[in-house]
């Protein structure tokens, strides 16, 4: 299944499916780009990350893709597991007086049904 | 053994108090920041601090004071609590002001009444 990632929408996927969660982004400038997993009651944790000179960079079960022509990020799960239900938040690295910002999009939540 | 811990996890409070979350890295980290959830889980961060030195504010209210006594520990004082104060805080560590990848607190989500 997909999803667009800026309106926390749901997407429910069976178990064993691959899950695509998709995500816009503001700023052509930003040269950096992450993904996080958010599970109830949990702070976001890290997946995985990719650089404005990749287009594709891949983890274990988890890829993502980048199409900087059209400012559209993707975060493709493989044999979704049960364990793989949480909100995902793809990030985006601007630069701002010397520090660091990510800023987040709104977050998908993924529902993984058995 | 916890990265980055944050206390309390659950704070309630009458509006118009002063209340104090703590947070403490032991990644040995040298950038530390406060960012707010909201109740859509929208994250957007509010300060930075590296290595004891503020280098992001966000247009943050300036009731919220945060307080870095070294670069292991980053606390937000917030003063005159509002209704729409209510969200859940993350703090969150880096290796330096430079290095992208968080790592986040288990968050405290403060309830104004």
């Known amino acids: 299944g997909e999803s667009v990632g800026l309106h926390l929408p749901t997407l429910s996927v069976q178990e064993g499916d691959n899950s695509i969660i998709n995500c816009a982004y503001s700023?052509?400038?930003?040269?950096?780009f992450i993904w996080y997993k958010q599970e109830s009651g949990k702070g976001p944790q890290f997946i995985i990350d990719?650089?404005?000179?990749?287009d594709k960079r891949q983890g274990q079960r988890v890829t993502v893709l980048l199409n900087k022509t059209v400012k559209h990020l993707s975060l493709q799960i493989a044999a979704t597991q049960p364990g793989d239900s949480a909100v995902y938040f793809c990030?985006?690295?601007?630069?701002?007086?010397?520090?660091?910002?990510?800023?987040f999009g709104t977050g998908t939540q993924l529902k993984v049904e058995l | 053994d916890t990265a980055v811990s944050q206390t309390p996890k659950y704070l309630v409070t009458q509006m118009g108090n002063d209340k104090s979350i703590k947070c403490e890295q032991n990644?040995?980290?040298?950038?530390m920041y406060w960012y707010k959830q909201d109740s859509k889980k929208f994250l957007k961060i509010m300060f930075s601090?590296?290595?004891?030195?503020?280098?992001i504010n966000e247009t943050v209210p300036n009731r919220f004071s945060p307080k870095s006594p070294d670069k292991a520990h980053l606390n937000l004082h917030i003063n005159s609590l509002e209704l729409g104060d209510s969200a859940v805080y993350f703090c969150?560590?880096?290796?330096?002001?430079?290095?992208?990848?968080?790592?986040f607190g288990s968050g405290t989500q403060l309830s104004v009444l």
């Open positions: 990719i650089r404005s000179n990749m």
């Open positions: 700023n052509s400038a930003s040269d950096y």
């Open positions: 990030a985006e690295r601007g630069i701002t007086g010397g520090g660091n910002k990510l800023t």
């Open positions: 990644l040995g980290h040298d950038t």
């Open positions: 969150a560590s880096s290796p330096d002001r430079a290095r992208e990848k968080l790592f």
């Open positions: 601090y590296n290595n004891k030195e503020l280098i």
